[in-house]
């Protein structure tokens, strides 16, 4: 084992959503991986002394087992609760109680919650650093850095690299985080829903604004045999297709042309992966009349199209991936289960600072990039009702991004879902409108005075008074540079 005798830039960081990962600590979890894969016994004792407390709200198998076996094979103790019906959590305990009391056992938690935003809350209050083992249907960090050293290890890179994420793309929080993840490495992303679960408008908004994706509706076309035979004359049969690199030229290929049916197709020397997930049932999908979801068998990978490919599974499956397949050699999900030991040993291995014995790591406050503008006065709820700013209000204090998206929407910090802004009022003048009319507004009304109201009972709740309906013609046009007041007002002090 090579030593690395300086403390991680990870030491002491909390990992709630891959986003708090940058690119180069992603190649260094790797790199580590690679040399525990290549001599594990190396690294055996190095976290003697220190304790991984697992905090498992919902049941578990891979995750919780192979967090517990990685800090084992680090030397590691575990302390766990993979029952909380045997925790306080039944008397009533908060969330931010329990991780302020478990951190206090433990060197590092390890959580999974329902809720949306769940391992945000607990960063914030952990005195140790929390690593998020999926909320809700949210993220699942440490699934998607299995899932792209799978994806890197058998195709070799990922730039360029053809995704199809299948099934419940809803409800799938392993499918949100990689396809963030993917259209980081520049791959091509193409979400295949099953039974209607289509893929969240807040994630393929997050995708254009801050990924700078291109997306189109394009038919199946080749994907089309992961359904049934009926589905090829199917005029429903379409997929998002989202190009990260529109001026490639096999990209270019299949830009849509106007008056024509264009069909997702794998270009001559291109790679493909499907990612097949099943129905999230647990979180309410279920299928619908007449509903068709995607599945593999063997009978509908027989095709030339499928030569290249690769099929992952986050596990467990149920119907949507036939046995047939487990011993084709373009099968990685096993080998991507397996995979999550030397990964998460080389998470555990940085975050707790283990390459240097000396030294004296301490949790790092969580910090999350805000690339908009800021909202957090009270008063304006998400209106995620499985978002733990609505479960756990005395702790959970709720945090937004001012977003755009045709009208005002703001996108919350913890869940990522977007709640309308459809009204606006003024804290000086006590009045409140159409929030477009803050477009319209010269000189523009400063962000420490707007404050955004989902509904004319919200805000006159809150103290405001209606604007004259003269308000909106008298500001019928918009200003002179044609810029959003959040464009204008971006980079003040709040």
């Known amino acids: 084992m090579k030593e690395n005798t300086s403390v991680s830039p990870l030491a002491g960081r909390s990992i709630v959503s891959f986003d708090d990962l940058t690119l180069d600590d992603i190649q260094t979890i790797f790199e580590?991986?690679?040399?525990?894969?290549?001599d594990r016994q190396a690294y055996f004792g190095k976290a003697s002394g220190k304790i991984v407390a697992t905090l498992f709200y919902e049941p578990s198998t891979r995750t919780r087992l192979s967090f517990e076996a990685a800090m084992q094979r680090l030397g590691g103790g575990v302390i766990s609760t993979s029952d909380?019906?045997?925790?306080?959590?039944?008397?009533?305990?908060?969330?931010?109680?329990?991780?302020?009391?478990?951190g206090a056992y433990g060197d590092v938690i390890v959580i999974r919650h329902p809720l949306d935003g769940a391992a945000k809350l607990a960063a914030e209050y952990s005195p140790v650093p929390v690593i998020n083992a999926g909320d809700g249907g949210h993220e699942h960090p440490t699934q998607t850095l299995c899932d792209l050293y799978t994806l890197r290890e058998h195709h070799g890179t990922l730039k360029g690299l053809n995704v199809a994420l299948c099934g419940d793309l809803q409800h799938g929080r392993t499918v949100h985080s990689l396809a963030f993840a993917l259209a980081r490495f520049g791959a091509n992303i193409i979400f295949v829903p099953g039974d209607g679960n289509e893929i969240p408008a807040y994630v393929l908004r997050r995708l254009e604004r801050n990924y700078h994706a291109h997306i189109r509706r394009e038919r199946l076309g080749t994907l089309s045999a992961l359904f049934d035979e009926s589905a090829s004359g199917d005029e429903s049969a379409t997929v998002n297709a989202i190009y990260i690199t529109p001026s490639e030229p096999h990209q270019l290929a299949m830009s849509s042309i106007e008056g024509t049916t264009?069909?997702?197709?794998?270009?001559?020397?291109?790679?493909?992966s499907l990612y097949v997930t099943r129905r999230q049932t647990e979180r309410g999908s279920a299928m619908p009349t007449g509903g068709r979801y995607p599945a593999l068998n063997a009978k509908s990978l027989r095709g030339s199209q499928f030569k290249n490919i690769s099929i992952l599974h986050p596990l467990p499956r149920i119907d949507e991936l036939s046995p047939d397949v487990d011993n084709d050699p373009r099968s990685?999900?096993?080998?991507?289960?397996?995979?999550g030991i030397p990964i998460r040993m080389s998470l555990l291995w940085h975050v707790l600072g283990l390459g240097d014995e000396t030294a004296v790591v301490s949790k790092q406050p969580y910090t999350q990039e805000v690339l908009g503008l800021l909202y957090s006065h009270s008063g304006f709820d998400c209106s995620n009702e499985t978002c733990v700013t609505n479960q756990e209000r005395l702790f959970a204090s709720p945090q937004f991004e001012v977003v755009m998206n045709g009208d005002y929407k703001l996108r919350c910090l913890h869940c990522d879902r977007e709640t309308d802004g459809t009204y606006a009022g003024n804290i000086e003048s006590r009045f409140y409108y159409p929030s477009e009319l803050l477009d319209r507004f010269l000189p523009p009304v400063s962000p420490e005075h707007v404050r955004f109201f989902a509904s004319p009972e919200d805000a006159e709740s809150a103290g405001f008074k209606?604007?004259?309906d003269k308000w909106d013609s008298y500001q019928s046009r918009p200003n002179d540079n044609?810029?959003?007041?959040?464009?204008?007002?971006?980079?003040?002090?709040?």
Do not use: C, P
Request: aromatic share 8%; proline share 0%.
């Open 32 to 38: 580590t991986a690679d040399a525990i894969s290549a």
């Open 262 to 272: 264009v069909e997702f197709r794998v270009g001559y020397g291109e790679s493909l």
């Open 332 to 339: 990685l999900y096993f080998r991507q289960a397996a995979i």
């Open 84 to 102: 909380v019906k045997n925790s306080s959590v039944v008397k009533g305990e908060s969330l931010a109680d329990t991780v302020r009391v478990v």
């Open 482 to 494: 044609g810029k959003h007041w959040v464009d204008m007002v971006s980079g003040r002090t709040q």
């Open 466 to 468: 209606r604007a004259s």
